[in-house]
Each structure stands twice: as C-alpha cells, then as structure tokens.
C-alpha cells in the first residue's frame, strides 16, 4: 500500500478502536506515517477528552425528583382501578337491557330511544378511553413505536 | 441490588431492570450520560440553562419511552436520537431557526479555543466546522468531540452514512493538514 492509500483509509476510519491489516501493516513499515497517525489520533482523543460538559455537573436528582413525581401520579390511579372501571361500564352496557327502565323505555317509546341510548353509551365509552389514554401516553406511545416495528 | 452495584452493569441491563420496577436504577443512566446530553444541549441552545433543562427533558423522555428501547442500538445512541429529535423540535417551536437539520449552530461552545486546545487542533476544527454545510456541522461535531461511529451519528440525524463519512473526511483532512509542520510534529517527530 502507497502512502496516500494509506492516508485515506486513514482519514475514512471510523471511531472504533484498531484499523485493518493492510493499514497497520503500512504504519509499522512507515515512519513518516506512523507519525502523522500519532499526531491525528492525539487531536482526536484530545477533543474528545475536553469537550464534554464539566464533570462536577449532575442532573440526577432533577432527573430522579421528576420520574417520582411522575410514578406517584400513576400510583394515585392503580391499573386495577381502570380496569375495574371499564368492566363496570360493560357489565352496565350489557345489563341495561335486562333492568326494568329499559323496559320500561322500550314500552314508551318502541325502536325510537335506541339511536340516543347508543349516543350516550359512546360517549361513556369515549370519555373512559380518553381519560385512560391521556394518563398512560408513554405505554400508548411504545406500544404503537412497537406497532410500527 | 444497591444503586452502588449498578455501576458495573452495562446500560441495556440496567434498562431490563428498570423496566421490571427498578425505578431507582435510571439515575445510574442518568449519570453515565448526563454529560454527553448535557453537551448537545450546549450545542443547541448555548446556554447553560436551556442546556440544563434540556438535558432533564431528554431523560425524562427516555424514561417514558423506555418500553421502546430494543436494544438495536446502543443505549446512548437511543438516548441521542431522542435529544436531537427534542432540539429540532424546541428550535422549531421557539422559532429559533428553521430546525437543527437547516441551521445547526456556527459557533462552538464553549469554543475550541475554550477548550484549552492546541491552536492548531483548534483552529482546524473551527475552520472544519465552518467550511460545511449547517446541517451537516452536527456530524462532525458528533464524530469528533463525542467519539460517535459514522452509523451511530446516521442512526441519530438520519443523514446517509456516506454523507457523513465524507464530511468527516474533509474535515479531518483539513485536521491533519493544520498539524502538519505544527509544533506537534516535531514532537512526535523526536
């Protein structure tokens, strides 16, 4: 390998640790090389090494105080309480038809109150749906991110 | 296990364990990473502050889409990806710029010069990152000053791992020229 083979295939290295045979070949055979090598990968690792934020800097216990905060508001509303809350509001749709109002309703009114009852009953839905989903967007927000693969 | 004892963990166990209730293990991420978000945020929004706030937003993030995290990439990457899709979003929002991808800032901070660099050193990478393109001066900056490989930089921006890769090029290029003849050669010319 010639040395501009060797400078470019120096300069197209990716951050990651040894280079390929034929490149460290060229450098052990070349001194003049094997210095500019020296001299690119000091600068390299000098700027890594100053760029970074100061080291005293910590936001951990933001970060922590936060995501407490945020896992006591989930607590306030444990899952077996939704859950709860949504097999009532089934149990409701399911046994509405068998309670005397809805007897009663059909006997008034015939086939008219059903389009209003469906309405409501949407609504009820709806209104549960959105109060689930609005309390709990980070498991909506990974479960469609694993959706979309 | 102690927060102490995470310390040894790699960062996609201690994301399993957080996820299983490990709550308390998330600041082991925190710390190990707070630097390098903390940095971007630096990049973006030049301030202290902003950069402060921006980092908690980013974790915070994190730690509610954890359940996403696959473990595809590595964890900083993940990381990463979120804090630039955030700052794209806030410099949209705050009608700062057209977005990181069309202006990302000129100006280092806190500046090469700043960074106790050699002059040289910090003079090519001033006249590097000034000589391209906005949108492609964050993957210079990502390769050189957090170490990030030419697929992590395009896992994290999007932009073609070739694009990249030749912007790195050219700008190294201009490194090495700058050191040429610098008082850095002749020591490690001895």
């Not at chain 2, 700043?114 to 001066?137: D, I, N, Q």
């Not at chain 2, 490194?175 to 008082?183: F, N, Q, T, V």
Request: proline share 3%; with cysteine; hydrophobic share 40%.
């Amino acid at each position: 390998m010639k040395c501009d083979e060797a400078m470019r295939r120096l300069l197209e290295h990716d951050n990651a640790p040894g280079y390929p045979l034929p490149l460290r070949l060229h450098l052990r055979r070349c001194a003049h090389c094997r210095a500019e090598e020296a001299r690119l990968r000091a600068a390299l690792e000098e700027l890594k090494a100053v760029a970074l934020s100061p080291r005293d800097m910590d936001i951990s216990d933001a970060v922590m105080a936060g995501i407490e905060r945020l896992e006591s508001y989930r607590r306030d509303v444990p899952m077996y309480n939704w859950i709860g809350g949504g097999l009532a509001i089934l149990g409701g749709i399911v046994l509405i038809s068998f309670s005397d109002s809805f007897a009663w309703l059909r006997g008034s009114f015939g086939g008219d109150f059903e389009v209003p009852l469906s309405i409501v009953l949407g609504i009820v839905i709806t209104l549960y749906a959105s109060a689930f989903i609005a309390t709990h967007l980070d498991m909506a927000e990974s479960w469609m991110a694993k959706r979309r693969g | 296990m102690s927060e102490k004892g995470a310390e040894a963990l790699a960062d996609e166990r201690i994301v399993t364990l957080v996820l299983r209730g490990r709550t308390d293990l998330f600041r082991e991420l925190v710390k190990r990473h707070q630097r390098r978000v903390h940095y971007m945020g630096m990049r973006f929004f030049r301030n202290d502050d902003d950069a402060r706030d921006f980092a908690q937003e980013v974790f915070m993030k994190a730690y509610t889409a954890l359940g996403s995290f696959r473990g595809e990439s590595r964890f900083v990457t993940w990381l990463l990806r979120i804090g630039f899709n955030h700052a794209a979003n806030r410099r949209r929002a705050s009608h700062d710029t057209a977005g990181v991808e069309e202006d990302y800032p000129e100006s280092r901070y806190p500046g090469p010069e700043a960074l106790s660099l050699r002059a040289e050193t910090a003079e090519a990478v001033s006249r590097a990152l000034a000589s391209l393109p906005g949108k492609y001066r964050i993957c210079v900056d990502f390769f050189f000053f957090m170490g990030l490989s030419y697929g992590e930089i395009s896992d994290i921006t999007g932009f073609p791992v070739n694009t990249i890769k030749s912007h790195v090029f050219r700008a190294k290029g201009m490194l090495r020229d700058a050191l040429r003849g610098s008082a850095a050669e002749e020591y490690h010319e001895m």
